[in-house]
């Protein structure tokens, strides 16, 4: 595992969770890290994105003003904070790490191949 997800769980609708993902020393250090998720059913989609270095955040409409993307160099950990959490939230989140280089992690034409480390996923149920 090169990259570690986690803070899922069981949580009542509108309440809040902060996943975390911290990136494991053998990965090497990141351009960007980004948010994904996957709920029943659906195919996997971006939610939010960060440079490293904190300068630049990306989210897709669907979940802006209710998530928050931070980062911690430090502790090499990402955090997504989400509040105001809805059922069709309940998904499995997975972060991924966007390798130095020439891609663009922000912005609409996210694309999930630039990005080479995963981690496993982290479960979130929101139950109403």
């Known amino acids: 595992v090169q990259l570690q997800a986690s803070g899922g769980g069981t949580v009542q609708a509108g309440d809040s969770a902060r996943l975390s993902c911290t990136v494991l020393r053998e990965v090497g250090s990141p351009k960007a890290v980004g948010w994904f998720r996957q709920g029943p059913g659906k195919d996997r989609e971006f939610m939010a994105s960060?440079?490293?270095?904190?300068?630049?955040?990306w989210y897709t409409d669907s979940v802006k003003g209710r998530f928050t993307i931070s980062t911690d160099n430090a502790r090499k950990t990402v955090y997504l904070q989400m509040n105001s959490l809805k059922p069709e939230d309940t998904a499995v989140y997975y972060c991924?790490?966007?390798?130095?280089?020439?891609?663009?992690?922000?912005?609409?034409?996210?694309?999930?191949?630039?990005?080479?480390?995963w981690g496993q996923g982290t479960q979130v149920t929101v139950s109403s």
């Open positions: 960060i440079s490293w270095n904190g300068g630049r955040i």
């Open positions: 991924a790490r966007g390798p130095p280089g020439l891609c663009n992690f922000f912005g609409d034409d996210i694309r999930e191949n630039d990005y080479d480390y």
